[in-house]
């Protein structure tokens, strides 16, 4: 199993980012998916999660500002992030929920 994260990137605060998980080796469309994300000296975190079903949840402080969706037919899951702050500053990784699976982490930086 293999989960290739992409989309990161450097943006000033105020602007948007669509990160992409693509997963090779198992169906997805299964399973439920996460983006998580750790900012240097912190603890990873749950950003967002989506059901195999579509029902999401989000991190109190991405909610109206992120959106998590999946394309079962593609093998993918994407995290649209608007409105990015600077405390938005982190590491995202995907992850299969109830695995060992994560993706490698794409570094997203917001500058003010």
């Known amino acids: 199993v293999q989960l290739q994260a992409s989309g990161g990137g450097l943006v000033q605060a105020g602007g948007s980012l669509e990160l992409s998980c693509a997963a090779s080796g198992v169906i997805m469309a299964i399973h439920d998916m996460a983006w998580y994300r750790q900012a240097p000296g912190k603890q990873r975190e749950l950003v967002a999660a989506i059901g195999s079903a579509g029902v999401t949840n989000y991190l109190d402080s991405v909610k109206g500002r992120f959106a998590i969706s999946r394309d079962n037919a593609k093998n993918t899951v994407k995290l649209q992030m608007n409105s990015l702050k600077p405390e938005d500053t982190a590491v995202y990784y995907c992850?299969?929920?109830?695995?060992?699976?994560w993706g490698q982490g794409t570094q997203v930086t917001v500058s003010s």
């Open positions: 992850y299969i929920n109830r695995s060992p699976y």
